[in-house]
């Protein structure tokens, strides 16, 4: 798998221009407070341990390098291989089909591909592959859920820092020099839960869904391909079955090529 340079150029962006603007304010140690990182990170830390079983929360850098280097093919590629192998059916019985079983790098093509060449009534495999699809869809809800959970306390233990902060600043009004601190750790905590709500946390979420439609497509069309397969379709019929589940703007890009 190739890493999304994508996800990196925006992480990059995202975080990136706000650090640079502390740069050129000309003080970054000021933005610098370890009573609210201890009030923001700890607490983020804290409240995703207690939420879930500690073999998910430590699963997070698992995830994360999933999204970095995601293994899903092209969907266009899936069409292509269907094709060839609707060929290769059709002119040489669907058994022949058994020889390119090892070589389908997808494990969910693999599978499919199996059933199909094992005979299996075509009811029973779409129904099997169905459920497959529908646990995967289970456990890919389960793993936004914890970043969807991170982003949400992101801010809302930025709110908590905030009122810590106040709360110490109210202390000290008679202390002119005491006062400074305490808001900046009220301030400060607010940026860092912002920053892990919205530049970390939120758009990890948007990816991991993306990825999920990405990745559920891909299998939908390898349903279709292998029903096309075992109904003897031509490889011209099979193109338009798959290519339906395709967007439209990709089906035009694919009629010019």
């Known amino acids: 798998s190739t890493m999304d340079t994508a996800i990196l150029i925006g992480l990059l962006i995202s975080v990136g221009f706000p650090v ?9 140690f000021g933005f610098i407070s370890a009573h609210a990182s201890m009030i923001v990170f700890g607490g983020v ?24 280097y995601p293994s899903n093919q092209d969907p266009l590629k899936t069409v292509e291989l269907f094709m060839e192998y ?29 059933l199909a060449v094992d005979g299996i009534d075509p009811h029973v495999i779409k129904e ?13 809800a389960r793993c936004a859920f914890i970043f969807e959970n991170i ?19 109210l202390q000290h009004l008679e202390d002119p020099k005491a006062v400074g ?18 530049t970390i946390g939120f758009p990890i979420v948007n990816r991991l869904k993306e990825r ?14 292998i029903m096309a397969i075992q109904e003897g379709d031509n490889p011209r019929i099979v193109q338009q079955r798959l290519m339906a589940f ?3 703007s990709v089906q035009v890009a694919n009629e010019r090529e």
Do not use: Q
């Open 181 to 198: 601190p305490s808001m900046a750790v009220a301030l400060l905590a607010t940026l860092y839960g912002a920053m892990v709500g919205y």
């Open 20 to 28: 640079f603007a502390v740069l050129i304010e000309g003080n970054p």
């Open 246 to 248: 395709l967007p439209s």
């Open 128 to 140: 099997t592959l169905s459920t497959e699809i529908s646990f995967i869809e289970e456990r890919h």
């Open 86 to 114: 609707s060929d290769r059916a059709r002119k040489e019985g669907i058994l022949v089909l058994e020889k390119i079983i090892p070589e389908i790098e997808d494990e969910f093509m693999r599978k499919a591909m199996r």
């Open 45 to 68: 830390l804290g409240i995703t341990i207690l939420s879930f079983p500690l073999p998910k929360v430590f699963n997070i850098t698992r995830i994360l390098r999933k999204l970095m």
């Open 212 to 225: 999920h439609s990405e990745e559920i497509l891909n299998k939908e069309l390898v349903i279709e391909g």
């Open 151 to 169: 982003a949400t306390n992101g801010p809302a233990f930025a709110m908590i820092g905030t009122l810590i902060g106040m709360v110490a600043m």
